[in-house]
């Protein structure tokens, strides 16, 4: 048995370890660049040819792949998934135990393998030209056997692996990644799959709080902060301060004409101003959202830089129907 050598043996400076990382990031990046160039000479026909081969499906896509492909074919059927073309990822070990059977003739195959030679794939390949499914193979060899087997190929261009031994997939398998992130993409954008299409599929954590509504979140009519033009600040002073939302809706009756913010009050801060009206103070015309805005497009609009807010009425047809404060935004996980 050979003994393996530990970490200790060789002490290693940051300067050492920081010029490593650099290395592997500027051959992956290299990688990276041969992919695109490639796409602009060649591989771009064959990508295009994939995807209308898996958009044009009736039924899923089946991805599948060994050891590290099979990881980054994990990756690709999960995004595929999560942005509107449904897909699962079919382990080739366990394909020939009983899960060809989750491969139809209404389905597209996605297969990875670098060299082309994944013994594992046998069975998907087999399954799939027996039920004549459409196959498109992702792998660095164009006359390969899972390419020849293949009715699209998308050749890989070759480029070092980051692995000083040119062992460990790293190069390679980024370059995997990011043409599956690109078919996924291509497949999002030509089915007009939009955020709310997204919110559906992400109910939960950070992404599921920024695409919640801002009917979700705001308050209710019961808790709005509004007065007439002809209130006087004395009165409209109060009702800002009662409902503590840091501002001021001012209407004519039903339509939402401006707003007051407590930075309007540091404004027009003078001896007189409880004297003035709410239509002296108000800010016309102030910026609303519809109840159906995604909750992030809300905060964005409340961040704008000429002119940030804390709170942000919400209307429609011009009447005020509920109002959402920063605070809101930012208690249910919207960053």
């Known amino acids: 048995m050979v003994a393996l050598k530990s970490l200790g043996d ?3 400076s940051d300067t050492v ?8 990031l500027d051959l992956e990046q290299a990688g990276l660049t041969a992919l695109r160039e490639a ?38 059927a999960a995004t595929l998934a999560s942005t509107g073309t449904p897909a699962y990822f079919v382990h080739p070990s366990e394909a020939s135990h009983g899960d060809l059977g989750m491969i139809t003739a209404d389905d597209v195959v ?17 399954h799939a030209a027996r039920f004549r499914v459409p196959m498109v193979a992702i792998t660095s060899s164009a006359d390969s056997t899972l390419a020849t087997a293949a009715d699209v190929v998308l050749a890989l261009p070759k480029s070092p692996e980051a692995c000083p031994h040119g062992l460990a997939p790293t190069t390679s398998t980024v370059m995997q990644l990011a043409l599956g992130d690109a078919l996924a993409i291509a497949l999002l954008e030509s089915k007009g799959f939009t955020a709310r299409d997204f919110k559906v599929l992400h109910p939960g954590g950070q992404l599921g709080a920024q695409l919640r509504f801002v009917s979700d979140l705001m308050h209710g009519e019961d808790r709005l902060p509004l007065a007439a033009p002809d209130t006087p600040m004395a009165e409209a002073i109060v009702v800002m301060t009662e409902k503590s939302l840091g501002c001021l809706g001012v209407t004519d009756g039903t339509r939402l004409i401006g707003i007051i913010t407590d ?11 409880l004297g003035k009206s709410a239509g002296d103070i108000m800010t016309p015309a102030p910026k609303t959202v519809a109840p159906d805005t995604l909750a992030s497009e809300a905060l964005a609009i409340m961040n704008l830089r000429e002119r940030p807010f804390t709170a942000l009425f919400v209307v429609e047809k011009d009447r005020p129907v509920g109002i959402v404060h920063v605070h809101d935004l930012l208690r249910a996980g919207v960053a």
């Open 10 to 12: 060789h002490p290693l």
């Open 17 to 24: 370890l920081i010029d490593s990382a650099l290395r592997t």
């Open 39 to 76: 796409l602009s000479n060649g591989l771009g026909e064959a990508f295009a040819a994939a995807a209308r081969l898996v958009r044009d499906a009736r039924g899923r896509v089946i991805v599948s792949g060994m050891g590290k492909s099979g990881h980054v074919g994990q990756k690709l």
């Open 110 to 126: 996605i297969t990875l393998s670098w060299s082309g030679e994944t013994a594992e794939l046998r069975s998907v390949v087999e």
């Open 263 to 273: 930075g309007d009050l540091r404004r027009h801060m003078s001896t007189d101003l």
